[in-house]
């Protein structure tokens, strides 16, 4: 059975930075894809970046381009999101998702996510 596991996340103020980690188990994604989404209360699910790892290659939402980075060891199956001069509208529960499929990154969607975390509170205060 395959298990998502998000670490760190918590209040920051404006300005300022948080790390988030993510371990899978269970399985390897090798070819596949690691991402992150966000959900701020009242609202959709959103994507936040992914990682494919066959190409090593990265996705961003507009809102996080610059300000975010996504990084990870496909041997540890580990992904971390770095998040920099947070903002309030950034304040939202963030899951770790992961896709069997390369092409998952690209979509930026949700419904391409196969498994998932049971997310971490970030909070930024203004």
């Known amino acids: 059975q395959v298990q998502l596991v998000e670490s760190g996340g918590g209040l920051v103020q404006a300005g300022g930075s948080l790390g988030l980690s993510c371990t899978a188990s269970?399985?390897?994604?090798?070819?596949?894809?690691m991402g992150w989404f966000r959900q701020a209360p009242g609202k959709e699910r959103e994507f936040v970046a992914a990682i494919m790892w066959s190409l090593r290659a990265t996705y961003y939402a507009n809102s996080v381009k610059g300000r975010f980075t996504i990084s990870g060891d496909n041997a540890k199956i580990t992904v971390a999101l770095q998040m920099s001069s947070l903002k309030p509208e950034d304040t939202a529960v963030y899951y770790c998702?992961?896709?069997?499929?390369?092409?998952?990154?690209?979509?930026?969607?949700?419904?391409?996510?196969?498994?998932w975390g049971q997310g971490t509170q970030v909070t930024v205060s203004s």
């Open positions: 998702a992961a896709s069997p499929s390369w092409s998952a990154a690209r979509t930026m969607s949700a419904a391409s996510y196969t498994y």
């Open positions: 269970g399985r390897t994604f090798s070819s596949g894809t």
